[in-house]
């Protein structure tokens, strides 16, 4: 009975990390549709996002069925629950990517980010790829300094974040309004997206050390 | 034991309900700060933030509680996973009066919201309001029905949200790129905090038949 309970639990964190897998190919092609205008690209991203949300629903059957006929406690009973969160926050990063896709759909054949936009958001897509793929190996090794560097990596996100109104508060901006509201919000969704990241590295550091969970605020 | 139990299931719903109050608390002073640029209320907005916070922890530990010493099953264990998911969410909502009351500050002693939009931002003000009563209501009675009109309520949000969007982008916008940021952004916590009502929602419909619950996207 106990080596069936910890392979169901091996497998629930397995799931956890492949569903990081798919959150980071999310996100590289949306980056990827909004930077190239690339519509089939993102038509790809915001249709795969049922796998996602599909992986989520079965973390969450396995994870309650696991309570229910295991009544695990202290340690797995944290694992269990925060791996419950933590499939959460990765649900939401995945509709974080479709929302990117979905600016990149909205504008097409246009493109949503103007051309001295590309750098600072290439650099949002390659902070947020970094980002998702340490997730998983946080999520993998239970790692505790990894989870450190995910608040790092976000520090890196939110200063793309200011770049980004600079350029788009700058009185050079010649690219009207729409556009720079589509820009702030992709912005913003990315901003989100590494924040997700850094709430799950707190809920690995709370499976770890026992140390109560503090929301980001 | 049976009793105790029951009491404990009752007093986590109680608390659910509470942090409705304390969300409701937040948003109304949040739009009244953002919408007569009143800076103490803004402070204050933001400064309750960690009471909701604090009641999310206390939530989390006694369903993790309840969890290891009752080893519930089937209905009860629905409830106690799905208070922690609605927790998380007022915790959420909790956040998103946070950042329109730091929109206010932000831009204090000018208002946040021009004119114009007044009416507008009031009304998704109303919207919030509403919404969030009626999501106490809902958690409180189980009201099945109650969760579907959360859903009729968030499209009225989701027309303001797009109503703004043609007040900013009109020829007629006379504010600038900043002012379109700021209200687009504002405008979007709102849209944010009307979702996360209805996924309470939806959490409350699968407590109550045991549908499978299906993410928003």
Not at 141 to 168: I, K, N, T
Not at 191 to 197: I, L, S
């Amino acid at each position: 009975m106990r080596s069936t309970y910890d392979e169901q639990l091996q497998a629930l964190e397995s799931s956890l990390v492949d569903m990081t897998h798919l959150v980071e190919r999310a996100i590289v092609h949306a980056t990827k549709s909004i930077l190239e205008a690339d519509l089939l690209l993102a038509e790809a991203v915001i249709a795969g996002d049922e796998a996602i949300d599909s992986l989520a629903a079965e973390i969450e059957d396995k994870a309650l069925q696991m309570i229910a006929l295991q009544a695990p406690v202290a340690t797995d009973l944290r694992i269990i629950v925060s791996g419950l969160r933590i499939s959460a926050s990765l649900e939401r990063m995945g509709d974080l990517a479709v929302h990117v896709a979905k600016a990149a759909r909205l504008r097409y054949p246009l493109p949503a980010v103007p051309a001295e936009l590309h750098e600072v958001v290439t650099e949002m897509g390659n902070v947020a790829h970094s980002i998702v793929r340490k997730t998983g190996e946080v999520l993998a090794q239970r790692d505790v300094a990894g989870a450190a560097q995910l608040a790092v990596m976000d520090d890196r996100m939110d200063q793309l974040h200011r770049e980004l109104f600079v350029w788009v508060l700058s009185p050079d901006w010649v690219y009207g309004i729409e556009a720079a509201i589509d820009v702030t919000l992709v912005s913003r969704y990315y901003e989100r997206f590494a924040d997700h990241a850094v709430t799950i590295g707190k809920r690995v550091v709370h499976i770890v050390t026992g140390a109560p969970y503090k929301p980001l605020d």
